[in-house]
C-alpha cells in the first residue's frame, strides 16, 4: 500500500513539474535562436552600411527557426522587435532583437490558451574604423526633420518634470498621456550614469502631452530614489524619435528652470567628393557671454577653426584635396578651450573621398580564420563590377552592392573597381 501510494505521490508531482520543466526548455531553445540572431546581426553591422541588410538578416534567421504569428498572434515585428543604436559617440553600435514566446508552446495552439512571455537578447558591435559598418550610416544619415530647440527641467527631491520644445514631434505615440516605455523617447544623465524612456533601460517615463511641437514629461519610474537622480551641472541630453527622424539635443542640467548650455554640429555634406567644400555649422541654444561662446573643433588635427563670443551659432568652410576623413566637434565655453567647454557634441565625421557619377566605393580588409586575406566592397550599382590591383585577384559578386576580392598579403589593400559603364573608382580598404 505505501508503495503504491508513493508512486501515486511522485507520479502528481511529475505532472505537476512537467509543464514548467517543458517551459524552461523552450525557453533556453528560443533565447538562444534570439541570440544566434542578435550576433548575425552584428556581424552584418560590422561590414556593411546598409540598415536593411541588418534587418533582413535578423528576419531571415527568425523567419527559419520560430514561427512569427500564433492563431493571429504576432511573435515577432520587425519594425518593433529590432533595436539599433549608437553608443559611445557612434565607436559602437549595439543591437537588440525581441521574440514573444507563446508561453504553452505549441500546445497552447491546440488547447487555445494564449499568452506570450518577450525574449530580448543585445549584442555590441564595436566600429573601430570610420566607414565601419553602421556608422557610415550613423555619420552620413541625411539631415532630421525633428528638431530640439531647447529644453526646460524642474527637478527636486522625487519630483521630476521636463519640457522639451523643438518641431516635427508628430502625433503621440501609443500609451501617451501615460507612462510607458518605447523607441521614440529617451532621457540621459551621462554624469550619473543613467537613461529612461527606452524598453533596454528598464525605466518608464510618465509622459503629461505630445504634440509636433512640444513634449511635457511629469516623472521617471524610480527617480530621485536610487542612482536615478540630476544634480547642478549634470551632461545630459534627450533623444526623440519619429516616423520623421530622429534628433538628440545635449544640455547641462539646471534643475530650476531652462537648461543653460547645449552644443550640436551639422554638416552640408558628410561624404564629399576631394576638392569639394562644406559648410560646418555649430550652434547652441545659449548666446556668447563674452567669455564662454560656441566655436567648432577639430578633433582629428587639433586645431580650433572658429568661436564666437556672442552669437548662437558659427560656421566654418573646410576642404579636402586628397582623400581623407575629418572629426569636428562643437562645443560652448571659453575659446580654444574644449577640456572647459561647458557643452560639447558628439563628433562629426567627414570623408572625402574619389567619386564617380555612379557613387563612392567603401572598402573593408578581413582576415579569415585560416589566414587568407579578403576584401569587402560597397558601393552602389556594382552588378558586373570588376577589381584590379597589385596581389589582388577573384572577383565575386555578393550582391549588386557588395563584391568581394582575394589579397595575397595585408599590404595589398588598395586598388581599383571599373563599373559595368567603364568607370574607375579606386579604393584604399581599411582593416578590420
Known sequence: MITLITRWWWTVITLILLPFVLFLIQYAHDAALVQDAANNGRMIAAVTADPSSLTNEIVQNISESLPTTQDGTTLFNPNTDIVTRSLNANQEVEVSVTYHMPVFGGIGHYLGIGGTIPITRTTIQSLDYPQNGLNAVLQSAPPSSVNISSVSLQAAGTNFSLTVN???FGSAPNGVPGTVTGTFFVIADVTQGWDAGSPQSGLAVTYASWNDTQIELSGIQNYGKGTERINPG?????TVSTSNGSNTYYFVANTTGTTQYSASISASNTTPSIGT???ITASSG???DGTNGIGIYDATTGQYLIWSASGESVSQSVNSGSSSSQDYVAYYGPQGQIANALATSDDLG????KTSSSGT???VMMQTSDGAYIIDIFGQNLSGATVSGSGLSGTSQVSSN?????ANDSSDSSGEVTL???EQVTFQAQAY
Do not use: L
Open 277 to 279: 567644400a562644406v559648410t
Open 420 to 422: 559595368a559603364n567603364g
Open 402 to 406: 557588395e563584391i568581394q576580392v582575394n
Open 166 to 168: 523643438g518641431t516635427g
Open 234 to 238: 549634470d551632461d545630459m541630453y534627450v
Open 350 to 353: 567627414v570623408t572625402w573621398a
Open 286 to 288: 545659449t548666446p556668447g
Open 361 to 363: 566605393v567603401t572598402a
